[in-house]
């Protein structure tokens, strides 16, 4: 297994890219306020996260925009913008001059909270990109403040492709959309999706700017949004073994979080097939015979993945 920590270790790989995470899991990059407590005059900290996991509250003096520390505390609630449940399905067509076409669709769970206003995909800002476009919903890259470790595959920055509805329509509970459409000279792995209910959180203006920058970490997108894995432009060509060691740990990654299950056809003979090819260095072709075995949306848009990145 030396080999595959060896790579993992120089792969901007989806394992520095946030997993799936429920809203609960994961340290508070803010203090907590449990339920039925209550903030204390005079405290400097003014952003908590709770009482609920769905819930921020903000409580400042409300002379604090002015410069009056003291005084009566303004106490509310916002709601957080990750309430939605979605799933994000992939398909990947292969074109004569070398490129790659990604069609995306995004689905609202129908027992999701919210609908969806924002979703973006991460990836490698400078050259993942070719074209995206979209019948309705406008893509924009937004770099991001991460930069690649040394010895990735790409020394860009991280972005997210972000898509929104320029008259702010949202997918719906129980609703999808898709045709959304990447053309990247990259080939698949895994990635990250994130999706939010609204493009801010609902605040008061004239907020005080104290109070925006303990806010502030509750803008990272894996706070801000909720995550999905999806496949999405990932590889130069020529990096097949670094290929094989994201899907090992990344269908790895889906088994423990209960998105895919060990006992199916194709991940237990994924696996193997996989680590057989990373244990021979690469030395060998490796066997891509239990592709079609894929059950379900997501095994499929993995399938498909590996037959591009992996032959």
Same mark, same amino acid.
């Given at each position: 297994?030396?080999?595959?920590?060896?790579?993992?270790?120089?792969?901007?790989?989806?394992?520095?890219?946030?997993?799936?995470?429920?809203?609960?899991?994961?340290?508070?990059?803010?203090?907590?306020?449990?339920?039925?407590?209550?903030?204390?005059?005079?405290?400097?900290?003014?952003?908590?996260?709770?009482?609920?996991?769905?819930?921020?509250?903000?409580?400042?003096?409300?002379?604090?925009?002015?410069?009056?520390?003291?005084?009566?505390?303004?106490?509310?609630?916002?709601?957080?913008?990750?309430?939605?449940?979605?799933?994000?399905?992939?398909?990947?067509?292969?074109?004569?001059?070398?490129?790659?076409?990604?069609?995306?669709?995004?689905?609202?769970? *129908?027992?999701?909270?919210?609908?969806? =206003?924002?979703? @973006?995909? %991460? +990836?490698? #800002?400078?050259? !993942?990109?070719? $074209? &995206?476009?979209?019948?309705?919903?406008?893509?924009?890259?937004?770099?991001?403040?991460?930069?690649?470790?040394?010895?990735?595959?790409?020394?860009?920055?991280?972005?997210?492709?972000?898509?929104?509805?320029?008259?702010?329509?949202?997918?719906?509970?129980?609703?999808?959309?898709?045709?959304?459409?990447?053309?990247?000279?990259?080939?698949?792995?895994?990635?990250?999706?994130?999706?939010?209910?609204?493009?801010?959180?609902?605040?008061?203006?004239?907020?005080?700017?104290?109070?925006?920058?303990?806010?502030?970490?509750?803008?990272?997108?894996?706070?801000?949004?909720?995550?999905?894995?999806?496949?999405?432009?990932?590889?130069?060509?020529?990096?097949?073994?670094?290929?094989?060691?994201?899907?090992?740990?990344?269908?790895?990654?889906?088994?423990?979080? *209960?998105?895919?299950?060990?006992?199916? =056809?194709?991940? @237990?003979? %994924? +696996?193997? #097939?996989?680590? !057989?090819?990373? $244990? &021979?260095?690469?030395?060998?072709?490796?066997?891509?015979?239990?592709?079609?075995?894929?059950?379900?949306?997501?095994?499929?848009?993995?399938?498909?993945?590996?037959?591009?990145?992996?032959?």
């Amino acid at each position: 297994m030396r080999l595959i920590a060896l790579i993992s270790a120089a792969v901007f790989s989806a394992s520095n890219i946030p997993a799936q995470q429920p809203a609960a899991v994961g340290l508070s990059p803010i203090p907590t306020l449990a339920s039925g407590s209550t903030v204390p005059d005079g405290s400097p900290q003014f952003v908590f996260l709770g009482p609920s996991i769905r819930q921020v509250t903000l409580s400042y003096p409300a002379g604090l925009a002015g410069g009056n520390p003291s005084g009566a505390l303004s106490t509310f609630q916002i709601e957080r913008l990750n309430q939605v449940a979605h799933s994000v399905t992939t398909q990947v067509t292969a074109n004569s001059d070398g490129t790659y076409d990604y069609t995306y669709i995004v689905q609202t769970d *129908g027992q999701s909270p919210k609908g969806i =206003k924002v979703w @973006s995909i %991460a +990836l490698h #800002a400078t050259d !993942a990109v070719i $074209q &995206a476009n979209h019948a309705t919903w406008n893509g924009v890259l937004e770099p991001l403040d991460a930069t690649a470790p040394p010895g990735a595959l790409s020394m860009s920055p991280v972005a997210l492709l972000a898509w929104r509805d320029p008259s702010r329509a949202s997918i719906a509970p129980g609703q999808s959309l898709g045709a959304f459409h990447i053309r990247s000279s990259y080939l698949p792995g895994f990635t990250t999706v994130y999706a939010r209910s609204d493009e801010d959180y609902s605040l008061p203006a004239g907020l005080p700017a104290a109070v925006k920058k303990q806010l502030a970490p509750m803008y990272a997108p894996e706070w801000l949004n909720n995550e999905r894995i999806a496949i999405g432009p990932r590889y130069p060509k020529g990096w097949k073994l670094a290929a094989a060691v994201d899907f090992y740990h990344g269908l790895n990654r889906l088994v423990s979080e *209960g998105t895919l299950s060990a006992s199916s =056809k194709f991940v @237990s003979s %994924a +696996l193997p #097939a996989l680590n !057989a090819f990373l $244990q &021979a260095e690469g030395a060998a072709s490796m066997l891509l015979d239990f592709v079609p075995q894929a059950s379900g949306p997501l095994e499929t848009s993995i399938g498909q993945a590996m037959l591009l990145s992996l032959q």
